[in-house]
């Protein structure tokens, strides 16, 4: 098992930044992935970003390239999603999440731990 903890969330306005931070314990070792993942009121959770611990290859979801940023600090086991220009359709409940071995999709299913969320609000 792999324990997370977010924190950063908070509200800001339109076109304003935050950066959420996770921290990772336990079995870190066996982590291959980390993930972003929201849940917006009356919607499904959904895919944001993901980056391996090896080689920090990252991806993410159509509407947030070019404005969020997802990096990791090994050393610290920590992950970050920087996020820029901010718009009130980000709004959500942000999840972290551990993928432990292979393969790794952008499926919230194919992840095995997750934080407790952080809320981010978007004012317009």
């Known amino acids: 098992q792999v324990q997370l903890v977010e924190s950063g969330g908070g509200l800001v306005q339109a076109g304003g930044s935050l950066r959420l931070s996770c921290a990772a314990s336990?079995?870190?070792?066996?982590?291959?992935?980390m993930g972003w993942f929201r849940r917006a009121p009356g919607k499904q959770r959904e895919f944001v970003a993901r980056i391996y611990w090896s080689g920090g290859m990252a991806g993410y979801a159509d509407p947030v390239k070019g404005r969020f940023t997802i990096s990791r600090d090994n050393a610290k086991n920590t992950v970050y999603l920087q996020m820029n220009s901010l718009k009130p359709e980000d709004t959500a409940v942000y999840y972290c999440?551990?993928?432990?071995?292979?393969?790794?999709?952008?499926?919230?299913?194919?992840?095995?731990?997750w934080g407790q969320g952080t809320q981010v609000t978007v004012s317009s």
């Open positions: 336990g079995r870190t070792f066996s982590t291959s992935a």
């Open positions: 999440a551990a993928k432990l071995g292979y393969p790794v999709n952008y499926n919230p299913e194919n992840f095995n731990n």
